[in-house]
C-alpha cells in the first residue's frame, strides 16, 4: 500500500502542529526551515491541507479569520492519525536527479562542464555540512523542544551522513575525470 502525497503533506502538517499550535505563515516557514533539509512541501499544499484537516477535526483554529493570523492546533484525533500516517509504509519515491542526468551525458556534456557541475555539487554538499550543525545547535539550545530533540537530531545525522557521502562522492568523480583520455573529452558531433 501506497501513501498519497496527500497523507504526506498531512503527516507533514499534523506533526509540525505536533511540536506547537502555530499559524499558516509560521507553520509553512517550520516545513520550509526545519523540515526542509529533508522534506519540501509546496507552499500551495499546506493551506488546503489546514482546511481540510479542520474539516476532518484533525486541527483547529483560534483567533481571528484574516489570513495569516489564525493560530491552529493538532487535536487529540489529529495525534491518532498523525500516529497512523507515522506507522505506514515509507512511499518510494522515483529518482529524478538532474545532475546524475547530466553525468550519465557527460560525453557530450563534456568534462569541463562535468567537472564544474560535479565541483559545485561539492561546494553544496559543504555548505549543507555547515547547515547541519547550526541546526544542531539551536536544537541543543532550545530547551522546550527538549523531548523532541534527540528524534530531530536523528534527521541532521542522516543530513551530515549524506553531505559526507556527496563530498566523498564528487571527490572520486572528480580524480576519474582526470583519468578520461582527453581524446574522448567531448563530443562535438
Known amino acids: 500500500m501506497t501513501m498519497a502525497r496527500s497523507s504526506q503533506t498531512?503527516?507533514?502538517?499534523?506533526?509540525?502542529?505536533s511540536t506547537e499550535p502555530m499559524t499558516g505563515y509560521a507553520l509553512r516557514?517550520?516545513?520550509?526551515?526545519?523540515?526542509?533539509?529533508?522534506?519540501s512541501e509546496s507552499f500551495g499544499q499546506i493551506y488546503p491541507a489546514l482546511?481540510?484537516?479542520?474539516?476532518h477535526g484533525l486541527?483547529?483554529?483560534?483567533?481571528?479569520?484574516?489570513?495569516g493570523s489564525s493560530t491552529f492546533a493538532i487535536t487529540p484525533s489529529g495525534t491518532r492519525r498523525l500516529r497512523?500516517?507515522?506507522?505506514?509504509?515509507?512511499?518510494?519515491?522515483?529518482?529524478?536527479?538532474?545532475?546524475l542526468l547530466r553525468l550519465f551525458f557527460g560525453r557530450t556534456l563534456g568534462v569541463?562542464?562535468?567537472?564544474?557541475?560535479?565541483?559545485?555539487?561539492?561546494?553544496?554538499?559543504?555548505?549543507?555540512?555547515l547547515q547541519f550543525d547550526e541546526l544542531?545547535?539551536?536544537?541543543?539550545?532550545?530547551?522546550?523542544?527538549?523531548?523532541d530533540a534527540p528524534f530531530w537530531q536523528l534527521t541532521i545525522s542522516a543530513g551530515r551522513h549524506s553531505a559526507h557521502a556527496a563530498i566523498?562522492?564528487?571527490?572520486?568523480?572528480?580524480?576519474a575525470l582526470d583519468d578520461i583520455d582527453p581524446s574522448r573529452q567531448e563530443n562535438t558531433g
Request: glycine share 6%; charged share 20%; with cysteine.
Open 59 to 67: 486541527v483547529r483554529r483560534s483567533g481571528s479569520a484574516k489570513a
Open 168 to 175: 566523498a562522492w564528487a571527490q572520486e568523480c572528480l580524480a
Open 112 to 129: 569541463a562542464a562535468c567537472r564544474a557541475l560535479i565541483t559545485a555539487a561539492e561546494a553544496e554538499a559543504q555548505q549543507r555540512l
Open 136 to 147: 544542531a545547535v539551536q536544537i541543543a539550545g532550545e530547551p522546550q523542544y527538549a523531548d
Open 84 to 99: 497512523e500516517l507515522l506507522a505506514q509504509p515509507v512511499q518510494a519515491v522515483p529518482a529524478r536527479n538532474g545532475l
Open 29 to 39: 516557514e517550520a516545513i520550509r526551515d526545519v523540515l526542509g533539509h529533508f522534506w
Open 10 to 17: 498531512d503527516m507533514a502538517v499534523l506533526g509540525a502542529l
Open 51 to 55: 482546511a481540510e484537516l479542520e474539516r
